[in-house]
């Protein structure tokens, strides 16, 4: 299954995360200190509560909101103009750079390999710097192998 970090359905990532870690309904429920009915009902929503999803992750042992991080990452990147904006002050952690994980790369790769989008595409929409992309598809391209 190829993570399509534009649509995001969660309730079908934690089902097959579920059949890959080979949990039963049942473990999950008594987990989530939930009825069964309501471990299954996740299955069909597209988004799921935050505290929820956090015991998901912590029972399936995979991190369901890097998938939202990434969404972010490839179509909502940071902004150039922000240095033109007023500066609010937070209490909030900061993050200063963007962090591309090996999958989103490797989107990225395949993206250009299959000719789906060129890698002048790829940095217009994403804003990655074209030296970028060019060192993973040397690094991580098929070619390359």
């Known amino acids: 299954m190829s993570a399509n970090f534009k649509c995001i ?3 079908e990532m934690i089902q097959q995360r ?7 309904v049942e473990r999950a429920a008594k987990f989530l200190k939930v009825k069964e ?5 996740v299955y069909d929503k597209k ?3 935050s505290s929820q999803l956090l015991s998901w992750s912590k ?24 240095s033109k904006r007023k500066k609010t ?11 591309y994980t090996h999958e989103v790369i ?13 890698a002048r595409d790829i940095q217009k929409e994403y804003n990655i710097p074209p030296t970028t992309i060019l060192r993973w598809i040397d690094k991580y391209g098929k070619k390359s192998e």
């Open 18 to 24: 579920m059949k890959e870690c080979d949990v039963s």
């Open 37 to 41: 009915e309501e471990v299954e009902k």
């Open 89 to 99: 002050k937070t209490a909030l952690p900061c993050f200063k750079k963007n962090i």
């Open 59 to 82: 029972l399936l042992e995979y991190d369901f909101f890097r998938i939202y991080s990434q969404h972010l990452i490839l179509y909502a990147p940071q902004d150039k103009n922000k």
């Open 9 to 11: 359905n969660i309730g």
């Open 106 to 118: 490797m989107f990225l790769v395949e993206l250009v390999e299959s000719e789906r989008k060129s």
């Open 47 to 49: 988004s799921v509560d």
